[in-house]
């Protein structure tokens, strides 16, 4: 492939550098939000409550290197897991890249601009609740919200967080 392809169209996933890797990040902060599953038929929700270490004013993690060791559900993403993972927002560029999809025009790698997802609507920045520390369990379900891309899933559920 033309080395001025970008290298998200000529390489894998897994051949991707730390810093390419990284850069696919959007920083819409939908990966950090509290999720449901419904126990019956297994559909996922997404709340407006987002991780404990997430910082809605940047809209990024407050402690990104240390994250793992500090939420012990935190989910590192890899190749396999951006394959596997169904809770991946649909607009995620890892997720359309290895759906062999083009990457959207707001996406910061193409617009040039961070701002752009946040002008698109796809950032949850101004749009989180609270922090999970700070909702009750049995209070998630209330807090389930239709994002942008994807369906409204607002019917009764009973759940598990992921």
């Not at 996933?13 to 038929?41: F, H, P, Q, T």
């Amino acid at each position: 492939m033309p080395s001025d392809m970008p290298f998200w169209k000529r390489k894998s996933l897994e051949d991707m550098n730390a810093l390419e890797w990284e850069s696919l990040c959007d920083g819409c902060g939908r990966c950090c939000l509290v999720k449901l599953e419904d126990e019956d038929d297994g559909a996922l929700y997404f709340t407006d409550v987002a991780c404990r270490l997430f910082d809605a004013g940047a809209c990024r993690c407050s402690d990104y290197t240390n994250r793992a060791s500090r939420v012990p559900d935190c989910v590192t993403l890899t190749p396999h897991e951006v394959r596997n993972l169904r809770w991946l927002p649909p607009t995620c560029a890892y997720r359309m890249i290895a759906e062999g999809k083009e990457l959207a025009d707001w996406h910061p790698l193409i617009s040039g601009d961070p701002g752009t997802v946040i002008k698109a609507g796809i950032s949850v920045k101004g749009a989180v609740y609270a922090s999970e520390d700070d909702v009750d369990v049995e209070d998630m379900k209330a807090r389930i919200r239709a994002w942008p891309n994807s369906a409204d899933k607002s019917r009764r559920v009973r759940v598990n967080k992921l």
